[in-house]
Structures are given as C-alpha cells and as structure tokens.
T-cell receptor
C-alpha cells in the first residue's frame, strides 16, 4: 500500500458526460501528479500540482482540468468524454516539486466510456 | 527531448533463470532513470533509480540495473526469476532540462512472464 488513495476504483459513463476523479496524496507529500494509461498511448504524464499550484503540464487535453485543494487532495475533471478517454488514470505523489524523489502511485481509477 | 525505448514488449523466462529487461534512452541532459513495476490491477511501484551516483544500482526484490552512458542503456536484471516477478515493467527517464523539465517519460512497458 503506497499511501495514495484514489476514488472511485471504477467509473462507467457515456460519451459527452463529465466525471471527477479524486486523489489523496501520502501524508506529507506536497506534489500530486496525474497519469493516463491506455493500450494505445501507454503511460502518459498529464499534469502536476505542487502545494496547490500547477507546476508542470504534459499531454493533457483541453477538455481535462485538475486542481489541488488546500488539504492537498487533488481532483481531475474530464468533460465531453469520448470513447478514446477510456483508460486507467493514476495519481502519484511525492515530497518535493521535482521528480528526483520517488513518486508513490495510487491504485488507479479505471474509466470506461460507452 | 527525452525518449525511452524498451526493446522487448514481452519477455518469458523459467523460474530460477536470469531476467534481462532492456531499456535504451535518449536525453539531451544528464538523465535520472528509474524502473517501475506494475502488478496486475495495481499501481506502479519504484524498483530502483539512478541519479548520477553509482552506475550499478540495486533495487528491491533482488533487481539491479546498470547505467551505461556510452550505450545509452539502463537494462534491468535479476539473477533468478520468481513467479512473483510476473508483472509489467516500465523504464522511465526524468526530463532534466528544457520545456519538459521535471517530468517523467515512460517506456512502453515490458511484460514479464515466469514459467514454473
């Protein structure tokens, strides 16, 4: 158990809908990272927040957004969902704002868009 | 730009035999390199990391990797495979400069199968 929690574990929804994925980092970690894992794209970095502020952006679509709250939990919002958004979404956390240190991954949220 | 190539999408070994998972990287800057493991229906776990200290890095569960700058490789090895090693393994490079500074780039993954 990494100490990172993600809810929900599974999410099934329809095209055009909007969903919110939630992540709670390990106690003491200030950085939260979001990743998408799909069969065709592999594992891709989406976005990073550090202590409430956006720190780095990867291959995140404009339909997706994220935020980190004062209690350091983070939410990833996916809107106007398409079939291709079906994937496993991971959250990870680390102590610092750079990736020199280990990132601890949550168990993931599996999103299925029908 | 940084990139990672895992040379085998699948590796199959017998229990008790050595494991070799190959990884080549490309980086414009001095890289930090990692190996992560993902067991079925689980999140990723760090096996080991190289951050410009010793070139031979020892990780958890008997795994180790050697950083070879001349070959731009960071292959993962284990002397003797166990059934519990069955998983997908990801080679990862830390972007150490440029517009992607501080971001991880993942390889496509290698699925390790261990036969009894």
């Amino acid at each position: 158990d990494s100490g990172v929690t993600q809810t929900p574990k599974h999410l099934i929804t329809a095209t055009g809908q909007r969903v919110t994925l939630r992540c709670s980092p390990r106690s003491g970690d200030l950085s939260v990272y979001w990743y998408q894992q799909s069969l065709d794209q592999g594992l891709q970095f989406l976005i990073q927040y550090y202590n409430g502020e956006e720190r780095a952006k990867g291959n995140i679509l404009e339909r997706f957004s994220a935020q980190q709250f004062p209690d350091l939990h983070s939410e990833l919002n996916l809107s106007s969902l398409e079939l291709g958004d079906s994937a496993l979404y991971f959250c990870a956390s680390s102590v610092g704002q750079r990736d020199y240190n280990e990132q601890f991954f949550g168990p993931g949220t599996r999103l299925t868009v029908l | 730009a940084q990139s990672v190539t895992q040379l085998d999408s699948h590796v199959s070994v017998s229990e008790g035999t050595p494991v070799l998972l190959r990884c080549n990287y490309s980086s414009s800057y001095s890289p930090s390199l990692f190996w992560y493991v993902q067991h079925p229906n689980k999140g990723l776990q760090l096996l080991l990391k190289y951050t410009s200290a010793a070139t031979l890095v020892k990780g958890i569960n008997g795994f180790e990797a050697e950083f070879k700058k001349s070959e731009t490789s960071f292959h993962l090895t284990k002397p003797s495979a166990h059934m519990s090693d069955e998983a997908e393994y990801f080679c990862v490079v830390l972007n150490a400069g440029g517009t992607s500074y501080g971001k991880l780039t993942f390889g496509q993954g290698t699925i390790l199968t261990v036969h009894p």
